[in-house]
């Protein structure tokens, strides 16, 4: 049994993190840290698992008693964090903010997309979670930089939901102003493009050029739906084959012979891509569900393979109905 400890407990993601691993039959949840919620339950803020779990929340940090630890912070906190506590080196980490998804010379942190790097995550001690847009966008790119296809600047448009901001409202998330509206933000400069980047040149080490991604909120709770557009010459067929190989064993990712929704991936950890050809570019759509491959359910399918268990144990999730 995998003993599990998580910190910053009281937001959606960890809210999904708690849902997964109270049904995960490997998993159990010794502690969840929330110094804001100490001493309440946890089905006072995460109401949806009443009937599931009488666990409440605690300000302290036994470390000693958990083999693994997720950070489910706000960027930035995740370094300050660990330079403020010690955490036993045989403790492994699943860090779900940004602190580490960039390589350095300092940064044992493994990049933790599956698809990208299986073989590196198994056995890993330490573990940066992609961002959910990133998560998106890459898969539905890292077939062609495999293959050396990404040879011109790369447009991605691509809208989430209102969960993507997070738990506490603001004024671009309060639902009277996202309800029957849409809008524009971070265009250009959004913080998940260099973890992008960073990915296909993992494959395309002579990726040089530009991906203009301009991000959208949308008016729904949950999911991320993306287009990326492709200058490439390659017939559509060999593409086809070239998705299908790159994804042939990854048991979340599926390339699908039509056009996608975002409701089939909605409540699961999967993402979905369909390339479609115009004229002599690509347009490919992918989508997943921001809170779980963008966030919970890749980290829990990181813990899968960091302790050697069956990549899809916990996550068969089944897409809400239409």
Not at 99 to 109: I, T, V, W
Not at 112 to 122: A, D, I, S, V, Y
């Amino acid at each position: 049994m995998i003993r599990i400890g998580i910190i910053g407990g009281a937001g959606y993601t960890a809210g999904e993190l708690c849902r997964l691993l109270l049904n995960h039959q490997e998993a159990e949840i010794v502690f969840i840290n929330s110094e804001s919620n100490a001493g309440n339950l946890i089905t006072d803020v995460h109401e949806g698992l009443y009937g599931e779990t009488d666990l409440r929340f605690t300000d302290q940090l036994p470390f000693e008693e958990v083999d693994v630890v997720y950070f489910c912070f706000g960027h930035g906190k995740s370094t300050q964090f660990l330079a403020d506590h010690y955490i036993p080196a045989d403790v492994r980490i699943i860090d779900l903010a940004q602190d580490f998804r960039l390589a350095a010379e300092d940064n044992d942190y493994i990049y933790g997309l599956p698809e990208l790097n299986h073989t590196r995550l198994m056995g890993a001690q330490h573990v940066a979670n992609p961002g959910c847009f990133a998560t998106c966008i890459q898969l539905g790119l890292l077939p062609l930089a495999k293959t050396g296809l990404l040879q011109g600047d790369i447009a991605v448009n691509a809208i989430t939901g209102s969960t993507g901001a997070g738990v506490k409202p603001g004024p671009t998330t309060h639902f009277s102003w996202r309800s029957g509206n849409m809008s524009i933000y971070k265009a250009f400069n959004h913080q998940h493009v260099p973890e992008v980047v960073q990915s296909l040149r993992q494959l395309q080490p002579s990726f040089d050029c530009a991906i203009d991604f301009i991000p959208y909120r949308g008016d729904f709770p949950r999911g991320i739906f993306a287009t990326e557009v492709v200058r490439c010459d390659a017939p559509e067929e060999e593409i086809v084959s070239i998705y299908k190989e790159f994804y042939s064993e990854a048991p979340f990712t599926h390339y699908v012979d039509r056009a996608i929704d975002l409701k089939q991936v909605v409540n699961t950890n999967k993402c979905l891509i369909h390339v479609e050809r115009h004229s002599d570019k690509l347009l490919v759509t992918s989508c997943i569900d921001n809170l779980l491959k963008g966030a919970a359910g890749q980290a829990v399918q990181n813990m899968n393979l960091l302790f050697g268990l069956e990549e899809t144990t916990g996550l068969l999730l089944k897409p809400v109905a239409f």
